[in-house]
């Protein structure tokens, strides 16, 4: 991909696409291809996102889907939209031409100015603490994914895979076939409830055979798959060198007499994902909370979110996987189109894209109500158990603040006792933190409850030195590309 | 062709990397698994997230603090040292 001369300081484009993944590159093309001013912004050294991560080099061995990522790639170039990896964007602001997205690049300013902004910014592992997690070696199964396909690197030598959701059946089939012993696949849910929604079942077959193959491949790698199980603590102090394993009843509560050691250097875990939905929040887009407990972007049938001119397509406004998420960027981009310059899209390609939606938003409702994530994890922590990793606040503290000082809502608690006030600003606690409080507090979580810890006037951290330098307009942003 | 491996330093020792590897990864292909110790506790860190959201992994790069290793690209002779706390001990009263 190049970067066209078009991109100069001060340009201001009808549409600026957020994000490079599934979602983002659909929009960015779609857009870009019904002739709007498109440019395509996004925090990776290359396109793809996390569901196409890869290496330089690196064509697609072990991606699904990766022929829609080339032709996507392709169609990038082709339309001519602007590509600018290695941005962090830490604020959209609205002005009265449009939008202002701020940015750093290698910890520079760079500002982009567009008319419309489409929001694709997806999501990560959503993670529940356990007592360990903070061990060096407790990863995220997305991390353990990232460093195999994205630099080749297995995380460890004998690694347990535990949480919730179909997710945990690429990495450990990934694993298994880069040769790393998987000890087991801990599936704290059943799933067999899936087969209680046949209708989005059949319409999604192709994604039950993708499930059915990990299946296969762990199979004949001998890795246990084991359902309402999963790790409740991981043990060792400079690594880990072992974990807990326990059956869980309905609502993950340990069945008493259930727990056993295993053998492991490695605990790789996700519960669901966490969509990353500070730039809608920064907008003052409405939102809402989702079937899986995520706090997500309101979004309209052409994927507009409440504020004028703002569009959100893929797990920001919905976890719902890449082929969901495409779909959702490519209409999002073929209406910004048709908003910003009058381009009027196909109305049987349109057709076509909202009857697969809407296929793949039953398939994706169907996915929440077969993994729930019941609360009764919370009775796996001690007292001194972390919550926030980066301010280091326990279960303990939280608990205090709302018995001791009085808070009855996560932001209270953020104030009292810390959590979410450290340098991830919540990401990996908030929602943890917002389920104890709730439950402290006698009541179930609220979109507001989640916000109150989602919130992020600053995206990213960013120097005073790059805040002071202010917009790059006259600079050079040739970078790249 | 493949362009061929190379060097850097971590805490003083040689580590190997792969061209376009992140310092987390060449960090944990040899085996290491944390790099910074936290602001309170003192406890060690390393990889959580791998994809920049958590910032467990921050670490210390030819001098400078806060570096999220898993987004870092390693480079030929960088000198990768252990963080402590915030990085900026030079800086406390």
Known sequence: MTTSPAERPGTRYDIAVLGAGPAGLAAAVAAAGQGAGTVLIDAGARPGGQYWRHREGDEGALHHGWGHFRRLRRGLSAHGADYRPGHCVWHVERTEAGFTVHATREGSPRTVRAKAVIVATGAYDRQLPFPGWTTPGVFTAGAVQALLKGHGVPAGR?????????????????????????????????????????????????????????LGTLL????????????????????????????????????????????????????????????????????????????????????????????????????????????????????????????????????????????????????????????????????????????????????????????????????????????????????????????????????????????????????????????????????GG | MTPPPFAFTFDGRLVRAEPGQSVAAALIAAGHRSWRHTRAEGRPRGVFCGIGVCFDCLVTINGTPNHRACLAEVRPGDVVSTQEGAGRDDLAC
């Open chain 1, 220 to 479: 004949r790698h001998r890795v246990p798959y084991r359902t309402r199980t999963t790790v409740v603590a991981a043990h060792g102090t400079a690594t880990v060198t072992g974990a807990t394993v326990a059956r869980l009843d309905q609502r993950w509560r340990i069945v008493p007499g259930s727990t056993r050691e295993i053998d492991c250097d490695t605990v790789a875990v996700g519960y669901g994902f966490t969509p990353q939905t500070e730039i809608p929040l920064q907008l003052g887009c409405a939102m809402r909370r989702d079937a899986d407990g995520s706090l997500v972007a309101r979004v309209d049938a052409r994927q507009r979110a409440s504020v004028d001119g703002v569009y959100v397509a893929g797990e920001a406004c919905g976890v719902g996987g890449a082929q969901l998420s495409a779909v959702e960027g490519e209409l999002a981009g073929l209406h910004a189109a048709y908003a910003t310059t009058g381009s009027a899209p196909d109305r049987r390609r349109l057709a076509g894209l909202l009857r697969r939606r809407a296929a793949q938003r039953s398939f994706a409702a169907a996915l929440h109500r077969a993994y729930p994530v019941p609360d009764g994890w919370q009775t796996w922590l001690e007292r001194d158990t972390t919550v926030c990793r980066c301010e280091e606040v326990t279960a303990g503290a939280i608990r205090e603040a709302v018995d001791d000082l009085g808070a009855t809502d996560p932001r209270a608690v953020k104030l009292y006792a810390r959590p979410g006030m450290g340098l991830c600003q919540g990401r990996v606690c908030g929602y943890a933190t917002t389920c104890l409080v709730a439950r402290a507090t006698g009541r179930r979580p609220t979109a507001d409850d989640l916000r109150g810890m989602a919130t992020r006037p600053i995206a990213h951290p960013l120097t005073l030195g790059a805040l002071a330098a202010g917009d790059d307009s006259g600079g050079d942003d040739s970078g």
């Open chain 1, 158 to 214: 004998r690694i347990a895979v535990a949480g919730t959701g179909p997710f945990l059946l690429p990495v450990a089939a990934g694993l298994a076939e880069a040769g790393v012993r998987v000890v087991g696949v801990f599936e704290a849910g059943l799933p067999t409830a899936f087969g209680r929604h046949p209708l989005a079942t059949l319409r999604n077959l192709p994604k039950l055979a993708e499930g059915a193959g990990y």
